[in-house]
Every structure is written in C-alpha cells, then in structure tokens.
C-alpha cells in the first residue's frame, strides 16, 4: 500500500478524540479544554494535538503496540503548553518546562496521577532531536516529527512568518523548512512512521521546488 494511501486508512480508521471506542471521561474534557483556552496558535494549537493524538494511536495500531491511552491522550494534549504564555520559560527547551509542569495542570482534572511520570517522558521526550524510551513516548514522537513534513509541515512554518510585515517575514522562515527536511526524517523511529516518512517528506521537497519556482529562487516571496 502507498505510504499516503496508507495515512489515510490509519486516520480514517482512528476516531477523532470526542469519538474514542468508550465515553470521554470528565478528566479529558478538561484537558483538552484547558488546551483549546491556552494553546491558541496555528503551528502547535489545538489542531496540533488533535493530529498528534490521532496519528499516535494509528501508528501503534498499525504496529500492533499497546499504548495507555491515558498517557497519550494527556501528553498529546499538554505537550507544547510550555510554548504559551504564562508556561514558557526563556532559554530552557519547552518539553522540559512542560514536563516539570504538567502535573499542576492535571492534578485538579482527575487524572490518574500515578500515571504521571509516563506522562512526563512522553512531553520530554516529544521533539524529532529526543530519544523516546516509553511506548508512549515514541508514537508521540514520531506523530510529532511527521507534523513537520508534508503540506502540513509547510502550512506550520509559513504560520510563522509576521502577517504584519514583521520578523520573521517568510523569506526568514524559509530555513526552518530546510531544516525540518534535512534533520526529522532520520528521526523518524516507529515502523508504522518510517512508512509514512518518504511520501511527507517527498511532498515537502517538492512543495519548495514548487515555491522556488513560482518566486524567482524565493526573491519575490
């Protein structure tokens, strides 16, 4: 089956997360709750997390690897909170910062806390440059890098470029695209992602040749 034929059947088959195989449990609507109010942001919002979380659960799936879809479901959702004001930290690497913070935000929802620290490994170890050393931790991981590639890859950085004539302008965003193709696809380490890792990044490639061309080398972006 060809790689993008084959994320569309894992994501087709993966129910959205108001649609799990059991009702959502009251500690769910509050963190994703607390995600839609506090991570308002086109490349690594809501949107985001429902990608990650969905994608994760394929690729195990796919895999066939038991994941604890507590732990998922949480880190999935809480993993770039460290991104936002009044979480993030200046010069420290927001996985760390939303990892050691983590358990304040879900104490009060009724998560099962002695789940944390799997929690807390999947949101420290979430970043294409991290090395995952739980299940959990690992789909996250990779769902995460794959949202780097692909035309969504491409919506994500250009999101970042001031729409109001500022820095970064896109011309200045155009490296972190050339970065994310020459360093996440390496780091893509699941089976099920290794499979769907080819036909992203291929599409990014192509997307920048594409752009190049319609703007003389990037000059008139």
Not at 9 to 25: C, E, G, K
Not at 213 to 220: H, I, R, S, V
Request: glycine share 4%.
């Amino acid at each position: 089956m060809r790689p993008i034929k084959l994320l569309l059947v894992l994501l087709a088959l993966t129910p959205a997360p108001a649609l799990a195989d059991s009702p959502p449990l009251d500690w769910r609507i509050k963190v994703r709750a607390f995600n839609m109010e506090h991570c308002k942001h086109p490349a690594w919002g809501t949107s985001h997390s429902d990608r990650d979380y969905r994608l994760a659960k394929a690729m195990a799936a796919s895999d066939k690897v038991a994941l604890d879809d507590d732990v998922l479901f949480a880190a999935a959702y809480l993993h770039d909170v460290a991104a936002f004001k009044p979480y993030e930290k200046a010069d420290l690497d927001h996985s760390d910062v939303a990892a050691d913070l983590v358990g304040e935000i879900l104490a009060p929802t009724g998560f099962p806390m002695a789940k944390l620290p799997k929690v807390q490994a999947a949101i420290r170890e979430h970043m294409y440059y991290r090395t995952p050393t739980v299940p959990e931790s690992l789909y996250l991981h990779d769902a995460d890098a794959l949202d780097w590639l692909g035309a969504i890859g491409a919506a994500r950085i250009m999101a970042l470029a001031d729409p109001n004539g500022g820095q970064p302008d896109a011309p200045a965003v155009l490296p972190m695209l050339k970065e994310n193709l020459r360093d996440v696809p390496a780091r893509v380490l699941s089976p099920a992602g290794k499979a769907l890792m080819p036909a992203k990044r291929d599409l990014l490639v192509k997307w920048l040749e594409t752009l190049s061309a319609e703007t003389d080398g990037f000059k008139t972006l």
